[in-house]
């Protein structure tokens, strides 16, 4: 028997001015599944990333298949400090990023993330793991994000 | 009601939601300690238009993982995959018939946490073949594979009322996790 609507909207803010990162902390654990969806100018060519917790240490890693100037590419980074979930040189236009905690309440397992990142000049489809098995509390992106970005959270509830 | 919630940025304009949409949660699945060699959800309502099954998913062994609908075994199923494993970005069509199903994603190893995203369109058309796109991986901190899915189930048009999630050989083992959600159109 269904549940009901369980895709809620959680939060969401604009930008009133240039930020190097954007933080949702109490992240109810109420939810199955966390979805960050991110429209984002860069205020200089540069990447957006994600770290949960206020975890900046070497505890994340991550897989990325990658489109840039014509070329697809495969790459992989270890023992990182943030994921990226996306990438553009380009100033001017929005970058679309979603970003998935996947059952980020739990306590057993290590999280998986999974994100797109979609802007003019570079596309890319990433897996990443925190390798820490707390519940997700707080989340960060983090970037050199301009003015009239806009951050939205939302949660997704399984039966 | 919308839950408590902290937000902060260097100068953000916010607002919290209530609730509203057209996504429902229709089933879950947890796998115990035993491990299970598949997951179905049968009697699958028809009242959507969409479905979507999120996952995060350990398994027995590394294995790749398919999708089959209404108990069909047969070849009918299509398959397209762009995925990186890291060092190279590879489009192939790897599975076609050989696993009867849609090949979604490939796990590594029992330490792997996979997870994934599957939306299934317009499951209950009887005058369409069914199309699947696919969203998931898992990254292992040196090893892991990003994909990116197509498949098709090409049997006499009919509306999806089961799904199975097998690993082809291995089981899916203790939280695997396993959702299932409807989306409604107008």
């Given at each position: 028997?269904?549940?009901?609507?369980?895709?809620?909207?959680?939060?969401?803010?604009?930008?009133?001015?240039?930020?190097?990162?954007?933080?949702?902390?109490?992240?109810?654990?109420?939810?199955?599944?966390?979805?960050?969806?991110?429209?984002?100018?860069?205020?200089?060519?540069?990447?957006?990333?994600?770290?949960?917790?206020?975890?900046?240490?070497?505890?994340?890693?991550?897989?990325?298949?990658?489109?840039?100037?014509?070329?697809?590419?495969?790459?992989?980074?270890?023992?990182?400090?943030?994921?990226?979930?996306?990438?553009?040189?380009?100033?001017?236009?929005?970058?679309?990023?979603?970003?998935?905690?996947?059952?980020?309440?739990?306590?057993?397992?290590?999280?998986?993330?999974?994100?797109?990142?979609?802007?003019?000049?570079?596309?890319?489809?990433?897996?990443?793991?925190?390798?820490?098995?707390?519940?997700?509390?707080?989340?960060?992106?983090?970037?050199?994000?301009?003015?009239?970005?806009?951050?939205?959270?939302?949660?997704?509830?399984?039966? | 009601?919308?839950?408590?919630?902290?937000?902060?940025?260097?100068?953000?304009?916010?607002?919290?939601?209530?609730?509203?949409?057209?996504?429902?949660?229709?089933?879950?699945?947890?796998?115990?300690?035993?491990?299970?060699?598949?997951?179905?959800?049968?009697?699958?309502?028809?009242?959507?238009?969409?479905?979507?099954?999120?996952?995060?998913?350990?398994?027995?062994?590394?294995?790749?993982?398919?999708?089959?609908?209404?108990?069909?075994?047969?070849?009918?199923?299509?398959?397209?995959?762009?995925?990186?494993?890291?060092?190279?970005?590879?489009?192939?069509?790897?599975?076609?018939?050989?696993?009867?199903?849609?090949?979604?994603?490939?796990?590594?190893?029992?330490?792997?946490?996979?997870?994934?995203?599957?939306?299934?369109?317009?499951?209950?058309?009887?005058?369409?073949?069914?199309?699947?796109?696919?969203?998931?991986?898992?990254?292992?901190?040196?090893?892991?594979?990003?994909?990116?899915?197509?498949?098709?189930?090409?049997?006499?048009?009919?509306?999806?009322?089961?799904i199975v999630i097998k690993p082809v050989s291995a089981n899916f083992a203790q939280y695997t996790q396993i959702a299932l959600y409807g989306i409604r159109g107008n």
């Amino acid at each position: 028997m269904p549940a009901g609507n369980t895709y809620e909207a959680i939060a969401t803010t604009t930008l009133g001015s240039n930020a190097g990162s954007v933080t949702f902390s109490s992240v109810p654990g109420t939810y199955t599944d966390i979805v960050a969806i991110c429209s984002i100018k860069l205020s200089s060519g540069s990447t957006i990333y994600t770290q949960v917790n206020a975890d900046n240490g070497n505890n994340y890693s991550s897989t990325g298949l990658n489109g840039e100037a014509g070329v697809a590419s495969s790459s992989s980074n270890s023992n990182i400090n943030s994921p990226l979930f996306g990438y553009s040189g380009n100033t001017t236009d929005f970058n679309n990023c979603i970003i998935q905690y996947m059952n980020y309440a739990n306590t057993t397992t290590n999280k998986t993330i999974l994100g797109r990142g979609n802007a003019s000049d570079y596309v890319t489809a990433r897996v990443a793991l925190w390798r820490n098995t707390a519940a997700i509390t707080e989340i960060k992106i983090l970037g050199s994000f301009a003015t009239g970005s806009t951050f939205s959270l939302y949660g997704i509830k399984a039966a | 009601m919308a839950p408590i919630l902290g937000i902060y940025a260097s100068q953000i304009s916010g607002h919290l939601f209530a609730p509203s949409g057209a996504y429902d949660s229709i089933a879950t699945t947890t796998v115990g300690a035993g491990g299970v060699s598949s997951v179905t959800f049968s009697s699958i309502p028809s009242t959507y238009t969409h479905l979507q099954v999120r996952f995060i998913s350990k398994l027995s062994a590394g294995d790749d993982v398919i999708m089959r609908f209404n108990g069909d075994t047969a070849n009918n199923y299509w398959n397209h995959i762009l995925y990186g494993n890291g060092s190279s970005a590879t489009a192939s069509v790897p599975f076609s018939g050989a696993y009867s199903g849609i090949a979604l994603y490939y796990t590594g190893s029992t330490a792997s946490v996979a997870g994934g995203v599957i939306d299934v369109l317009d499951y209950t058309s009887t005058s369409k073949n069914k199309t699947v796109r696919f969203l998931g991986g898992y990254d292992d901190n040196g090893s892991g594979n990003i994909d990116l899915a197509s498949g098709s189930w090409s049997a006499t048009p009919a509306a999806i009322n089961s799904i199975v999630i097998k690993p082809v050989s291995a089981n899916f083992a203790q939280y695997t996790q396993i959702a299932l959600y409807g989306i409604r159109g107008n």
